[in-house]
């Protein structure tokens, strides 16, 4: 019967790895119509049926979830058929190259380095990932600079945008320091088995004033410092000499400190005891 098919059926791959796939019900179904997604990425293989179904409120399958996607130079293709009442309705049929339903990632580590003598920035980043493309020239960049309002100093939001910019790295020749600025980088196919949509844009990297340097600013900041580091250096030199230049203390002796009796003492003492006991024992001879 015509009009039980599912229609508009989309695949979408994203974050390197990830797929799903949607689609609607047919316009002449009814609520116990069942349906059923197989696919593979080869002829000669054999069709496997999806393991994660998305499912509506009725319960019945509006798409499924793949992971570990690998892309390559693969086509895949998909059948969708399904039941109703035990009868077969319409299948769906269709062949996709994977490479082109890839929602490319953002470019990663956005950073940005102004210069005040020059008044540019330059602003860098990381391709975006990818399972099957190595290659940096097989993407190109939209860049998208917009300045920060500011209503103390009227300054309202304007952007600025240089699109098919290849390479990793691009020179903001506009850049004013009395304005703070923000910056984001999506990509697009260069003639390589890439998407040719565009990509998720990067978060917003903010930069201007605050983020300001210059040869002349890291100068001054590091003749500032060196007198600082000289003097501890100098003191830590001087505390150390006059440690090792000290007289050494006279080791206790712990003989006298385990024993606190004056020997010489004791042996006068002992003398003159044994002499009065000499004494009288001749006394008594002579009596």
Same mark, same amino acid.
Not at 101 to 117: D, G, M, Q, R, Y
Not at 161 to 175: L, M, P, Q, V
Not at 198 to 204: A, H, L, N, Q, V
Not at 243 to 265: G, H, M, Q, V
């Given at each position: 019967?015509?009009?039980?098919?599912?229609?508009?059926?989309? %695949?979408?791959?994203? $974050? *390197?790895?990830?797929? #799903?796939?949607?689609?609607?019900?047919?316009? &002449?179904? !009814?609520?116990?119509? @069942?349906?059923?997604?197989?696919?593979?990425?080869?002829?000669?293989?054999?069709?496997?049926?999806?393991?994660?179904?998305?499912?509506?409120?009725?319960?019945?399958?509006?798409? %499924?979830?793949?992971? $570990? *996607?690998?892309?390559? #130079?693969?086509?895949?293709?998909?059948?969708? &058929?399904? !039941?109703?009442?035990? @009868?077969?309705?319409?299948?769906?049929?269709?062949?996709?190259?994977?490479?082109?339903?890839?929602?490319?990632?953002?470019?990663?580590?956005?950073?940005?380095?102004?210069?005040?003598?020059?008044?540019?920035?330059?602003?860098?980043?990381?391709?975006?990932?990818?399972?099957?493309?190595?290659?940096?020239?097989?993407?190109?960049?939209?860049?998208?600079?917009?300045?920060?309002?500011?209503?103390?100093?009227?300054?309202?939001?304007?952007?600025?945008?240089?699109?098919?910019?290849?390479?990793?790295?691009?020179?903001?020749?506009?850049?004013?320091?009395?304005?703070?600025?923000?910056?984001?980088?999506?990509?697009?196919?260069?003639?390589?088995?890439?998407?040719?949509?565009?990509?998720?844009?990067?978060?917003?990297?903010?930069?201007?004033?605050?983020?300001?340097?210059?040869?002349?600013?890291?100068?001054?900041?590091?003749?500032?410092?060196?007198?600082?580091?000289?003097?501890?250096?100098?003191?830590?030199?001087?505390?150390?000499?006059?440690?090792?230049?000290?007289?050494?203390?006279?080791?206790?002796?712990?003989?006298?400190?385990?024993?606190?009796?004056?020997?010489?003492?004791?042996?006068?003492?002992?003398?003159?005891?044994?002499?009065?006991?000499?004494?009288?024992?001749?006394?008594?001879?002579?009596?």
């Amino acid at each position: 019967m015509n009009g039980t098919a599912i229609e508009n059926f989309v %695949c979408v791959i994203f $974050n *390197v790895s990830f797929m #799903n796939c949607t689609w609607h019900v047919g316009r &002449n179904v !009814s609520g116990d119509t @069942q349906y059923f997604l197989h696919w593979k990425t080869s002829r000669k293989e054999d069709f496997t049926e999806c393991q994660n179904y998305i499912k509506d409120n009725y319960g019945r399958h509006t798409g %499924c979830r793949f992971q $570990n *996607v690998t892309i390559e #130079n693969k086509a895949a293709y998909f059948l969708v &058929n399904g !039941s109703r009442n035990k @009868q077969n309705i319409q299948s769906y049929k269709k062949v996709i190259f994977l490479y082109k339903i890839e929602k490319l990632t953002p470019p990663s580590n956005v950073t940005v380095n102004c210069t005040e003598a020059s008044h540019g920035c330059e602003i860098q980043w990381q391709p975006p990932r990818t399972s099957h493309v190595k290659r940096r020239d097989c993407f190109k960049y939209e860049i998208v600079i917009e300045s920060k309002a500011d209503p103390e100093k009227n300054i309202r939001n304007t952007s600025r945008t240089a699109s098919s910019i290849t390479g990793n790295s691009y020179i903001f020749g506009s850049f004013s320091t009395e304005k703070r600025y923000s910056v984001k980088i999506r990509a697009t196919d260069n003639g390589c088995l890439v998407s040719n949509s565009w990509g998720e844009w990067s978060t917003p990297v903010e930069f201007g004033t605050s983020q300001l340097t210059s040869a002349s600013s890291y100068m001054l900041s590091l003749i500032s410092v060196l007198p600082v580091g000289l003097v501890l250096f100098l003191c830590s030199v001087r505390s150390y000499l006059k440690k090792a230049s000290a007289i050494i203390p006279r080791p206790r002796d712990p003989f006298y400190e385990l024993c606190p009796i004056d020997f010489k003492t004791e042996y006068k003492n002992q003398s003159i005891m044994h002499e009065t006991e000499e004494t009288i024992v001749i006394i008594e001879e002579v009596t």
